[in-house]
Structures are given as structure tokens and as C-alpha cells.
């Protein structure tokens, strides 16, 4: 599986609206590490981390497309995808964008040619994977990574979760266990895996209009 870039927001900023102009994909991160000493409950800092992930896609959004900030509508209905029209100056132009948030950092993917799905996963060397592995990845998939090193299990099933789980957004569906009529749904992506910092998993999944 190919591995892509992911650009950090503010700091190659211009490397996100170059992916945009090149290829019609860009995926871009935020640190949302907690200052040392700072005491935060988990819903502020998700909270928090929403809105700087706003912040970096109406920034990148609006210079792509050369519009207002506050022309740029990224509100949505929980559980579900963003609009595709999410410049109310040009409601004929159809944007997909996916986000995906972990502790210590947030993703958000934006593509002009169809559907996206990201997923960000913090890897938990302790999860007992197996039962989780099996009910919605499959038996297949379980066996696999069972195969792994002992030591790198944890690593792969996270990897193989934000393969799922982007792939199901990419298809706008809610998560589900695995069946053998889900399969040929999801193969309908494309999927890369994400370059990101040591301790993540993360995964993107594409889908032409």
C-alpha cells in the first residue's frame, strides 16, 4: 500500500494548495497537543481541536478556490459528511472533504474528483484486537494480522481499522460489522495509507465520481 503525504497546517500550508492545484487531493494535519501543565477535559479539547481543523480547511479551501473565508460553509449534521458545496459563492462546485480526530492530532483529506474517506487511529499497544478484528474486519483480515510479529499486532490492526473505517466514510456509511455483501461495496476504493508521526495509523480511501 502506497503511502501519502500528509501536510502539517500552518507550516506547509503551500504544499497543501500545490496537492490541490496538481492531483485534487490534499491532506492536511494539526498538532493538537495539550500544553504541559494544561488541564482540559477530553470534550473541550475534541472541541478545540474541531475548530483549529476548521480553521486550517477555510484557510486552504478559500485561497484554492480565490474566495471570502466566511464564503467557506463547513457545517454539517453529526455522523455525517460534510456538503460537497462548501463555497456559497460557487454552489456548482462539489468538494469532498473527511476528518478524523485522535488525541494529539486531527487530519482532514480534501478531494475535487469524488468521494474521500480519512481515519486517524492512535495505536494502543495493550487493545486485545482479536474479537474486534474478527467481528467487523473479518476472519480473513484477523488472520492476517495474526500472522504479524507479536510485537507489531497492535500496529496493524490499526492500520487495517482506519482502512475500514475510511473506506466506510468514503461510502458514507455508518460503522458496521463486516459481511460478505459489505466487501464488494468498500473494494469500489482506492485505499493509501497515511505518512504520519510514530504512535498513528491512519488511511485514506478515494472513489471517483
Not at 497546517?9 to 496537492?19: F, G, M, T, V, Y
Not at 478545540?48 to 484554492?64: E, K, N
Amino acid at each position: 500500500m502506497s503511502r501519502h503525504p500528509v501536510h502539517s497546517w500552518p507550516e506547509n500550508r503551500a504544499l497543501a494548495l500545490q496537492a490541490l492545484k496538481e492531483h485534487s487531493l490534499a491532506v492536511v494535519s494539526i498538532s493538537t497537543q495539550i500544553t504541559s501543565g494544561e488541564t482540559v477535559s477530553h470534550e473541550t479539547h475534541r472541541a478545540q481541536a474541531r475548530m483549529q481543523l476548521r480553521a486550517a480547511l477555510t484557510d486552504v479551501l478559500s485561497t484554492f478556490l480565490a474566495c471570502a473565508p466566511e464564503d467557506i460553509d463547513l457545517t454539517h449534521t453529526p455522523g455525517q459528511a460534510p456538503r460537497r458545496n462548501l463555497c456559497r459563492s460557487m454552489p456548482e462546485r462539489q468538494i469532498g472533504i473527511s476528518l478524523s480526530h485522535e488525541h494529539g492530532l486531527s487530519i482532514a483529506a480534501i478531494y475535487l474528483d469524488g468521494g474521500v474517506g480519512v481515519d486517524l487511529v492512535l495505536i494502543d499497544t495493550q487493545i486485545e484486537w482479536q474479537a474486534i478484528a474478527e467481528l467487523y474486519l473479518g476472519a480473513q483480515v484477523a488472520a492476517e494480522i495474526a500472522k504479524a510479529p507479536a510485537s507489531s499486532q497492535a500496529a496493524c490492526f490499526s492500520l487495517e481499522w482506519a482502512n475500514f473505517e475510511a473506506k466506510l466514510k468514503c461510502c458514507q456509511r455508518a460503522l458496521t460489522e463486516w459481511s460478505p455483501e459489505l466487501e464488494p461495496v468498500l473494494k469500489k476504493c482506492i485505499v493509501h495509507q497515511l505518512n504520519l508521526p510514530q504512535g498513528y495509523a491512519g488511511a485514506l480511501a478515494l472513489r471517483r465520481s
